[in-house]
């Protein structure tokens, strides 16, 4: 069974990079045709998708957040990492990765989040 597991800092400073890992265990990031994305979910709002690395190493961002962001992946260590620069505190949110099968609506694995607070 797959499971994702996300971790990093729950406190960072405003202007400074969020850094946050996803550790993949129970498959490959490189099995073709899925889809590893980040997710957030700010304090009383929905979820917001942020992008995905795909099988490939091909990444993909939210129009809106495209310009601070970067996802990469460790494919000896099985892991996907988000970077999220210049941060605000509009940024704290509760942070997931999730897995996507490549064609299929939505996604099938999430790890069970971390919180991320953006404060001085």
């Known amino acids: 069974q797959v499971q994702l597991q996300e971790s990093g800092p729950g406190l960072v400073k405003p202007s400074q990079t969020l850094s946050l890992i996803c550790t993949i265990s129970g498959g490959s990031i490189t099995t073709a045709y899925y889809y590893w994305s980040w997710i957030r979910q700010p304090p009383g709002k929905g979820l917001e998708w942020i992008g995905y690395i795909e099988y490939s190493g091909t990444t993909y961002y939210s129009p809106s957040l495209k310009n601070r962001t970067s996802i990469s992946w460790d494919t000896s260590t099985n892991q996907v990492t988000l970077q999220l620069r210049s941060v605000t505190p509009e940024d704290t949110a509760i942070y997931y990765c999730?897995?996507?099968?490549?064609?299929?609506?939505?996604?099938?694995?999430w790890g069970q989040g971390t919180q991320v607070t953006v404060s001085s």
């Open positions: 999730a897995r996507a099968p490549g064609g299929a609506a939505g996604h099938d694995y």
